[in-house]
């Protein structure tokens, strides 16, 4: 089953522009990752930010995360035409097993 | 350092038949984690060995299962196709696995259509 909740499903803009892209989830949780898939290829870690933390960043990459509002955002400041792919959080419920638990993931296009 | 290895990328087979796939962890890590991802369902977890014991499980019928070797490779099979495992099958590895705050590596996965 799938613990988070993604938005939007699908984001296009331009390329230079910010995206910032929301997931929800269900659980409490002990980490939150994003990753990016291109076309349907292998999943790319981009970031880990534990629950104890609140924002976190890695180069063009903000994350932050509200275990109050059990709610994490992406944000990809100064997007670029290679950014486009999909993005997934994917969560560790705490007391949980090694295994991640995805969203349905947002679609990004960046328009040249 | 390589990273995750899949083999094959592509697999073609019919109902009725079974399959093994294969995945090489990073050099050094323990746990092997197996992902399915399909349209319909999004990505979903399969199991989990670690030090060649399943650890982990699933929602699955039975006829997938995996196995994990002493040099930390991992197989997984699915007996008797049905069209519905037609899907893109991820492996992950990871130095520990079990833990917070380990970080699960992808490969490059494998396309299996059942015709």
């Known amino acids: 089953s799938q613990q988070g909740e993604e938005d939007p499903q699908a984001l296009s803009i331009q390329e230079g522009e910010n995206a910032t892209m929301n997931c929800s989830y269900k659980t409490s949780i002990n980490n939150l990752q994003w990753y990016r898939q291109n076309s349907g290829r292998g999943l790319v870690h981009l970031i880990l930010i534990r629950s104890n933390e609140r924002e976190k960043h890695s180069g063009r990459l903000r994350v932050t995360l509200d275990t109050s509002k059990k709610s994490s955002s992406l944000l990809i400041t100064a997007s670029r035409a290679a950014d486009t792919a999909s993005y997934f959080c994917?969560?560790?419920?705490?007391?949980?097993?090694?295994?991640?638990?995805f969203g349905q993931g947002t679609r990004l296009t960046i328009n040249p | 350092k390589a990273g995750v290895t899949q083999t094959p990328r592509y697999l073609i087979k019919t109902r009725g038949q079974q399959v093994t796939l294969s995945c090489s962890p990073i050099?050094?890590?323990?746990?092997v984690s197996w992902y399915q991802q399909t349209p319909g369902q999004g990505l979903q977890f399969l199991f989990e060995?670690?030090?060649?014991?399943?650890?982990n499980k699933g929602n699955f019928p039975g006829r997938f299962s995996g196995r994990q070797f002493s040099n930390s490779r991992s197989e997984m099979n699915v007996s008797t196709l049905e069209l519905g495992d037609s899907a893109l099958y991820l492996c992950a590895s990871s130095f520990l696995g079990g833990g917070n705050t380990d970080t699960q590596y992808f490969g490059p996965g494998t396309r299996l259509t059942v015709l």
């Open positions: 994917a969560t560790i419920p705490q007391g949980g097993a090694q295994k991640l638990v």
């Open positions: 060995y670690f030090s060649e014991t399943q650890r």
């Open positions: 050099s050094g890590h323990r746990s």
